[in-house]
C-alpha cells in the first residue's frame, strides 16, 4: 500500500462537493482508498491549492483529436488521441468511427484492439473500446456521413465485433422489423443507440421497447420535436430507459435547452464531444470520413455548410453547462462521468471518487481547466 492524500481541495463526489476533507488513493493499486478528515503527517501529499478534486471524464463519442482521426486506423493516431485529450480531464474514451466503407471500419476497429492492447504503457486515457457511429443510418439524415457507405443494419457484424464495439449508432427504420435491435438487445454486450434517423415517434418509441436505449447526439441529425410531431427527439426524452447524449458546445443546440434536458432526463444526460481531427488544432481545412471539412472557431463545416462534428472539449462542455444552467455542479460532472459509466455498464470501476473505483481524478479551476490528470493513480497530465 502506498497512499496518496489530496488535501486542500473541493472533492466532486456523486452527490455534494465537500470540502475539509482528503481523497485517499492507493497508487499502486491504482484505486481509491477513500474520503478522510485529514492526512497523517508522514503521508504522501498532493495540495489541491483549492481546486476541485473531481472525477477523471468519460468520452463515449469521439472521432479524432490533433489531426488524428479513429478512421485512420492508425494505432499512432489513436495514442495521440488518448494523450491528447487526457490534457482535457478526459481519463476514458471510446473512439468512434464514422460511416466509411466497410472495410475501413473493420481495419479502425483492428486498430482500436491493438491500440487497447498497448495503451497501459502510454501516458494517456483508457481505451474502453469502440463507439461505431454507422455505417447503419438513414440516408436523409446523414449530417456529414458519407451516402455511398451507408449500410442495412446488419447484426452479425455488430456482434462479431462485440469485443471491441460497446456502442452501435444506428437508425431504427432501417432495421425490418428490428430484427438487428432485437437480437443486438437479447446479446446484451452492445449498446444500442438511435441516430442519423428520421424515425417518426411512434417508431422511435417502438424502438425503444424492442432494445434501443440511447440517442446519439439528441437533436442533431434526428427528427425534430413539433407539436404534433415529436419525433426521434420526442421518443429520446420520453422513453424512460433511453439515454441521450449532448454536444453542449453552444452550437450545436442552443444553452437553453441544457436544463429541458437535464430535468427530463436526469442521470440518462451524457455530454460527449463528437470532436473531429481538428480539434485542438488552428481553423484550416481537415478531412472528415473522406470528405473535406473547414474549421472556423468552434464550428466544422462540409464545404456546402452542413455541421460536421465539432471541436469541443469534454470539461468545456462541463463549463457550458454551468455557465448557462443553475445545476448543482456534481450534477454536470456526473453527466461527463458517472452518467455515461453507468451506461456503458463500468459504473462498478469507473465515473466517479468512491471507494473501490480506479483512481482516476483530474483537478480542475473554477474555470474548469484541467491542471492534473490521473488515471489509476499515476499522473498522466499537469498543467
Ligand atoms: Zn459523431
Known sequence: MSLTYIVNGKIVLPDSVVCGKALVFDAEAGKIAGVVDGAPS????????????????????IHG??????????????????????????????????????????????????????????QGAEILGVHAEGPFINPSKKGAQAEENILTPDADFILENADIIKVVTLAPEMDKDHAAIKRLAQDGRVLVSMGHTDATFDEAMSAARDGVSHATHLFNAMSALQHRNPGVVGAALAAENVSVE??????????????????????????????????????????????????????????????AGSVLRLNCAIKNVLDHTALPLYEVFNMASLNPAKRLGVADRLGSL??????????????????????????????
Open 65 to 122: 483529436y490533433l489531426g488524428a482521426d479513429t478512421c485512420d486506423a492508425d494505432v499512432r493516431g489513436i495514442r495521440t488521441m488518448a494523450e491528447g485529450v487526457a490534457q482535457n480531464g478526459v481519463t476514458t474514451f471510446l473512439p468512434t468511427t464514422m460511416t466509411v466503407a466497410k472495410a475501413d471500419i473493420v481495419a479502425a476497429l483492428d486498430a482500436v484492439r491493438t491500440a487497447k492492447r498497448e495503451s497501459a504503457a502510454w
Open 354 to 383: 468512491e471507494e473501490g473505483k480506479d483512481a482516476d481524478i483530474i483537478l480542475v479551476d473554477e474555470s474548469i481547466n484541467v491542471i492534473r490528470t490521473i488515471k489509476k493513480g499515476r499522473t498522466i497530465y499537469e498543467a
Open 42 to 61: 508522514d503521508a504522501e501529499i498532493i495540495d489541491a491549492k483549492g481546486l476541485y478534486v473531481a472525477p477523471g471524464l468519460l468520452d463515449m463519442h
Open 246 to 307: 449532448l454536444i453542449a458546445d453552444t452550437f450545436h443546440i442552443n444553452p437553453g435547452l441544457y436544463t429541458i434536458v437535464a430535468k427530463t432526463k436526469g442521470d440518462k444526460m451524457v455530454l460527449i464531444t463528437d470532436c473531429v481531427r481538428a480539434g485542438g488544432m488552428p481553423d484550416g481545412e481537415y478531412e472528415l470520413g473522406g470528405q473535406p471539412i473547414f474549421l472556423k472557431g468552434i464550428e466544422c463545416r462540409l464545404a456546402d455548410g452542413t455541421i
